[in-house]
Nanobody, 127 residues
Framework: QVQLVESGGGLVQTGGSLRLSCAAS????????MGWFRQAPGKEREFVGV????????DYVDSVKGRFTISRDNAKNTVYLQMNSLRPEDTAVYYC????????????????????WGQGTQVTVSS
């Protein structure tokens, strides 16, 4: 059974940092993309960033570029989201997701390109 488990969320002040982890089990997520999404109350789930597990290529939504960094540890089957300079508008439930198999340039940004999802972890940034 494939599972993605996020951890590392919490409450932080504006300007602070958090590192989210997404641990995968049930299969090795190589040759695919691992994405991070977030959903704020009353809003749709939105793309945050993605990393290709083969090439390491990454992409981010403009609002987090320069502040958030995705990394991976293939040996641990884990993906991380380092979030710096956090803002109140970053408050949301953060989800990691794994895509279907793709090439080294595969960096999906839409929800329907992802097959597996974690349960989410809450990130709250106080002003």
């Amino acid at each position: 059974q494939v599972q993605l488990v996020e951890s590392g969320g919490g409450l932080v002040q504006t300007g602070g940092s958090l590192r989210l982890s997404c641990a995968a089990s049930g299969r090795t997520f190589s040759n695919c993309a691992m994405g991070w999404f977030r959903q704020a109350p009353g809003k749709e789930r939105e793309f945050v960033g993605v990393i290709n597990t083969s090439s390491g290529r990454r992409d981010y939504v403009d609002s987090v570029k320069g502040r958030f960094t995705i990394s991976r540890d293939n040996a641990k089957n884990t993906v991380y989201l380092q979030m710096n300079s956090l803002r109140p508008e970053d408050t949301a439930v953060y989800y990691c997701a794994a895509s279907r198999t793709g090439g080294i340039a595969y960096l999906p940004t839409t929800l329907n390109e992802y097959r597996y999802w974690g349960q989410g972890t809450q990130v709250t940034v106080s002003s």
